[in-house]
């Protein structure tokens, strides 16, 4: 059974912190890894990864994968409140359908 | 404006009754996607549709039922088999062979 596994479940910082989340996967026939942020409503993109330590930034957020010890790393640099979401980590697997398995999230919480 | 939209916002059922969740979107997109999250858990699949006319089940599709009649429209009814289903529920939507799946804003549903 595929699996996803995020740490920490829940953080609490203040404005200007920075932040590291974790996703680490248990899956047969890794294809990609998506992160997306969610704020009550519906989740929204932020990355795609699909190659070994190849960093994706936008901004403040980056992101990195490591196929062979079967994780990603979310960063978050220069906290702000409008950053307070869940963070949601999924994996695709190759098949005839790009089904996705999501992690249970990463509650983050900035303080101001 | 491109997106997916849900109606409604929220629903409220009695416990025995069938109710149908409305998933509309205009990206013309082939795949559509339902999931289902509860509080503290990820997203898990309930249905999916890569074409018209074709749909397969999720990792929790008991109790539920969807049709693909039309490339934007993928409704999710929720019947009265379904022993829990008060939770948030989210459409999402992809180009065929492409990994990322895009939201609406999903549907509250309270089975009271």
């Known amino acids: 059974e595929d699996k996803v596994v995020q740490s920490p479940l829940s953080l609490v910082v203040h404005e200007g912190d920075t932040v590291t989340l974790n996703c680490s996967y248990e899956v047969t026939n890794f294809r990609s890894l998506l992160w997306y942020k969610q704020e009550k409503k519906a989740p929204t993109f932020l990355f795609m990864l699909?190659?070994?330590?190849i960093e994706k930034k936008s901004g403040r957020l980056s992101s990195i994968l490591d196929k062979k010890e079967l994780f990603s790393i979310l960063n978050i640099t220069a906290t702000q409140t409008g950053d307070s979401a869940v963070y949601l980590c999924?994996?695709?697997?190759?098949?005839?359908?790009?089904?996705?398995?999501f992690g249970s999230g990463t509650q983050l919480t900035v303080l101001p | 404006d491109g997106g997916i939209t849900q109606s409604p916002k929220y629903l409220f059922r009695k416990e025995g009754q069938n109710v149908t969740l409305s998933c509309e979107q205009n990206?013309?997109?082939?795949?559509m996607y339902w999931y289902r999250q509860d509080p503290g858990q990820g997203l898990r699949l309930i249905y999916y549709s890569q074409i018209v006319n074709d749909f397969q089940k999720g990792d929790i599709a008991e109790g539920y039922s969807v049709s693909r009649e039309k490339k934007e429209s993928f409704p999710l009814t929720v019947t009265s088999a379904q022993k829990n289903p008060t939770a948030f529920y989210l459409c999402?939507?992809?180009?065929?062979?492409?990994?990322?799946?895009?939201f609406g804003p999903g549907t509250r549903l309270t089975v009271l």
């Open positions: 999924a994996v695709v697997t190759s098949g005839s359908a790009r089904q996705l398995t």
């Open positions: 999402a939507s992809s180009i065929g062979d492409q990994d990322t799946q895009y």
């Open positions: 699909t190659s070994s330590g």
């Open positions: 990206l013309n997109h082939d795949a």
